[in-house]
C-alpha cells in the first residue's frame, strides 16, 4: 500500500521559511518521479514542484520558482520542500503527490499524502 506521510508545516511569518518533508513506503521509492502540489483556500489542486527519480532534475511552477527547492533522499525514502522568502499567498495545505497521468498535471495524481497546513502570516 502506497503511503505519504508529509510533516514540517506551521505558521510563519511572510519572508520566513519552512521545510517540509514526505515519508514514503510501499512502493520502491527510488524508482519514482515525485511530486509537491498545494491547496489554496477556497483554491483547486495546484502544482508546485516535481523531482525525477534520482534526484538530478528538478521543476518548478512560476509562482515558485527561485523561492522552494524540491529535494529527495533515496536512502531515507524522504522527498523535502524547503520553502524560502514565503509570501501570504504560499498560504495552504501542501501534499506529496506519487503517479502524475501520462497526459495530465501532479494535480491529478493517483496518490498524495493527507497534506501538511502552511499558514504565512504576520
Known amino acids: 500500500e502506497v503511503q505519504l506521510v508529509e510533516s514540517g508545516g506551521g505558521l510563519v511569518q511572510p519572508g520566513g521559511s519552512l521545510k517540509l518533508s514526505c515519508a514514503a513506503s510501499g512502493f520502491v521509492f527510488e524508482s519514482a518521479d515525485m511530486g509537491w502540489i498545494r491547496q489554496r483556500p477556497g483554491r483547486g489542486l495546484e502544482w508546485v514542484s516535481a523531482i525525477n527519480q534520482w534526484g538530478t532534475s528538478a521543476y518548478y511552477a512560476s509562482s515558485v520558482q527561485g523561492r522552494f527547492t524540491t529535494s529527495r533522499d533515496n536512502a531515507k525514502n524522504t522527498l523535502y520542500l524547503e520553502m524560502n522568502d514565503l509570501h501570504f499567498e504560499d498560504t495552504a495545505v501542501y501534499y506529496c503527490?506519487?503517479?502524475?497521468?501520462?497526459?495530465?498535471?501532479?494535480?491529478?495524481?493517483?496518490?498524495r499524502g493527507q497534506g501538511t497546513q502552511v499558514t504565512v502570516s504576520s
Open positions: 503527490a506519487k503517479d502524475k497521468p501520462d497526459m495530465g498535471s501532479w494535480a491529478q495524481a493517483r496518490y
